[in-house]
Structure formats: C-alpha cells, structure tokens
C-alpha cells in the first residue's frame, strides 16, 4: 500500500534561496509531523498537525521556517533564505492520530544540502 | 533535563549476546511508550510499543517503570542484522502532542 511519500528525495539549494519540501502523508491519517535530523544526530521536532486543531509549531528554529498543511491532507515545508546549518535530512510522518497510541509511519526524507 | 534521554553507545557486541538499553524520560504524565529502529541513512520503524505491564514479541522485550521514568529494551541472542540505532520515544498526551524522540542508542553485532 501507499506509504508516506516526500520530494524531493534530495535538495540541494544556494544560501538564502528559498526551498519548499513535500509531504505526502498516509490517506486518512490525522496527525503529521515534520523532524529534522542532521547527520550522526537524533531526530529535532519541528512542527505537529492535529486534524483541524492548531499546529503544534513549538520546535520551529527560526521565522524563517514555516509549515502548512491543506485540507488536512498534504504539507508542505518552507525554508527562506536557506543557510548552511538548514542542511540536514528533513523527515515526515504520520499516524492515524486521535487519542490512541498510533504508529507513525516515515517517509524516506528529503535531504537538503545549502552550499 | 532533556525530554528524553538515551545513551548514545555505541555498543559493540558479538552474535549471540544478550543487550540491555535504557531510556529515562522527563514528563512524569507522559502516556505513550515505543521503541523505534534507525538504520543507516533510513527513516524510523516501530519496533514495538511499550506497555506497563512489559511486553514481549520473539527475542525483543520491553519495559516501563513508571515510578522512575525508565523504559528499557532487552535483545537476545543478537543478529548480525540487529545492528542498528534504537530510538526510545515517548508521546506526554497521544493525540494532543508530537512524538518526542531520543537521540538513539547506536548497537553494532559483531560476527
């Protein structure tokens, strides 16, 4: 069956040019979740979606990221004027969410390189 | 005090060795426990979840212990292909907030 799917797979942009990356998430899974993790590193939170309710956007570094998910289905992450330390391997998922313990599922990331 | 801490490793171990990894996490009302898998330069799988009462699936067993905020996994008799690195995550309010992840516990089987 359809997994979680992200493009593009890699990225590789000038400093301060603009990137969006994809996500694609599982069909009918509320919940989504943006991570970042660079290299030997563990996974960085970066923003949560419930359903209809507001973006958890706590783990964004900066206002230069932003996040937006439309009709509950796709999202799409924004980097602006891109810096070095943004490379890293951007990752997506999602579960069934509501109240219960559901499984995440990953996409295969994208990964970003800004040279 | 970070949300969740893991010792990084990395563990080295031969086939056949039993190894134990723990995770303490900080959010004392924290409700979902799992264990995810990593390998190199792929995306988090479930492993298992982790259940109060402990719960066991084939040479993999996990544990929660509320009272000190720990959750361990066990593996024995290790595989060449259980290396990898075991990401211990915890969830404060399913539904309600995102998945926290440790930073891993890298484990290398040595034939």
């Known amino acids: 069956g359809a997994g979680v799917s992200q493009s593009p797979s890699n990225k590789v942009t000038e400093k301060g040019k603009d990137v969006e990356l994809r996500c694609d998430p599982i069909s009918g899974h509320t919940a989504l979740y943006w991570y970042r993790q660079s290299l030997g590193q563990g996974l960085e939170f970066l923003i949560y979606f419930q359903g209809n309710s507001a973006p958890d956007k706590s783990g964004l570094p900066s206002d230069r990221f932003s996040a937006e998910r439309t009709g509950g289905s796709v999202s799409t992450l924004t980097i602006q004027r891109t810096q070095q330390e943004d490379s890293a391997v951007y990752l997506c998922?999602?579960?069934?969410?509501?109240?219960?313990?559901?499984?995440?599922?990953f996409g295969q990331g994208t990964r970003l390189t800004v040279v | 005090r970070k949300e969740v801490e893991q010792d990084p490793g990395p563990f080295n171990v031969p086939e056949g060795a039993t190894v134990a990894f723990n995770c303490t996490y900080s959010n004392s009302a924290s409700q979902s426990f799992f264990w995810y898998r990593q390998d190199c330069r792929k995306e988090p799988k479930l492993l298992m979840s982790v259940y109060s009462s402990g719960n066991e699936d084939g040479r993999f067993t996990a544990q929660l212990n509320r009272a000190s905020q720990y959750i361990s996994l066990l593996i024995r008799d290790s595989k060449l292909s259980d290396s990898a690195t075991y990401l211990c995550?915890?969830?404060?309010?399913?539904?309600?907030?995102?998945?926290?992840f440790g930073k891993g516990t890298r484990l290398s089987v040595i034939a």
């Open positions: 998922a999602s579960s069934q969410g509501g109240g219960s313990p559901f499984e995440a599922f």
């Open positions: 995550v915890v969830n404060h309010i399913p539904g309600n907030t995102p998945l926290v």
